[in-house]
């Protein structure tokens, strides 16, 4: 195991996957790249230096260079396309969810889309209303596609291998506040499989489901709370789509208590969608009320002060937790 930067662990495997196959083509800006407004894109420049043929620089309509992946896909190719910003794929919309998202069905299976979108999500800082979304629970709306949101570097390694080869739509979703977390990552080619979710900490009073940057602020909350005697398990699905919905239970059924903890907001979110799965199937495990922490149900505000007061922060899921443990 070596120890990387998730930005490193994520541009090593895009720089395997142009090398192993040469049907994998990367449709990006090639001045932002694939790490977006990142002081780490020299690296990406290095890859597109390396291969020129297959490194696409498109002008800037995500309608159009959507388009052209997923006919691309359609063709035989592996394009991965470079969306930046999530609140850009409302341009494509029509692109991602009603042509790539039901191509397979609607061909009867003789169509396969292999094209994986790429997104930052999240709150970032100062990024406003217009650049602060994290769609992955409407896209979850959108029966056909895979949504992947890796929490750690290994894991933004792993699943990038797995949507780059896998024969759906993927969209993959990353948080530029992830880029220089360190972790550790296998020396060796280690895809890491599609509705396979992760216990990130193991505790036996309260269960916190959660995605993407909340797992590492989940995990910082337990630490914090173990000093109280509250023992966290904290478990992150690594992909909605699909959902490895077994692993959640089984850990409610070891602690009885859930708190969920998304980005999205409250309403119609991701939090909403795995805690109604939960009433649905374990409400007699629960020993308390489920709780969610996500973003409020307001546009994001630019002022780094109210976006912090909106956030699922690291201490809104510790009330959370502590209200459910009294």
């Known amino acids: 195991m070596r120890e990387l930067a998730y930005y490193e662990a994520k541009l090593e495997a895009l720089r395997e996957l142009l090398a192993a196959d040469e049907r994998v083509h990367l449709i990006s800006d090639t001045i932002t790249g694939f790490l977006g407004l990142s002081p780490h894109r020299v690296l990406f420049a290095e890859i597109a230096k390396n291969f020129p043929d297959r490194v696409v620089s498109p002008p800037i309509s995500e309608l ?27 341009e494509a919309w029509p692109q991602v969810v009603n042509e790539a998202a039901n191509a397979y069905y609607m061909s009867g299976g003789r169509t396969k889309v ?17 650049h602060s979304h994290s769609p992955q629970a409407m896209l979850w709306n959108c029966p056909g596609l895979e949504i992947v949101l890796p929490s750690s570097p290994r894991d933004v390694k792993g699943l990038l291998k797995t949507a780059v080869n896998s024969d759906n739509p993927t969209v993959f979703i990353d948080h530029v506040l992830l880029f220089d977390l360190k972790g550790a990552v296998p020396e060796t080619d280690e895809a890491i499989p599609f ?40 478990v992150d699905p690594r992909t909605l789509v699909p959902l490895d919905f077994g692993t959640i239970m089984a850990s409610l059924e070891k602690t009885g208590r859930m708190v969920v903890v998304d980005e999205c907001r409250a309403s119609c979110g991701v939090a909403a969608e795995l805690m109604a799965r939960v009433a649905e199937t ?45």
């Open 64 to 90: 159009a260079f959507c388009g052209l992946a997923i006919g691309a896909a359609m063709a035989g190719l592996r394009p991965v396309v470079d969306l930046i910003t999530a609140s850009f794929v409302f």
């Open 195 to 234: 509705g396979q979710a992760e216990i990130k900490r193991a505790g036996s009073d309260v269960t916190v489901v959660a995605t993407s940057l909340m797992v590492q602020r989940s995990l910082a909350v337990a630490q914090s709370l173990a000093k109280e005697g509250i023992q966290v398990e904290v």
């Open 114 to 130: 292999p094209a994986v979108f790429h997104l930052l999500h999240g709150l970032r800082r100062g990024g406003g209303a217009q």
């Open 282 to 326: 374990g409400f007699d495990k629960l020993k308390a009320p489920m709780q969610r922490v996500t973003t409020l149900d307001v546009p994001i505000p630019y002022s780094p002060p109210l976006e912090d007061f909106i956030s699922p922060s690291e201490a809104r899921i510790a009330g959370a937790i502590r209200a459910l443990v009294r």
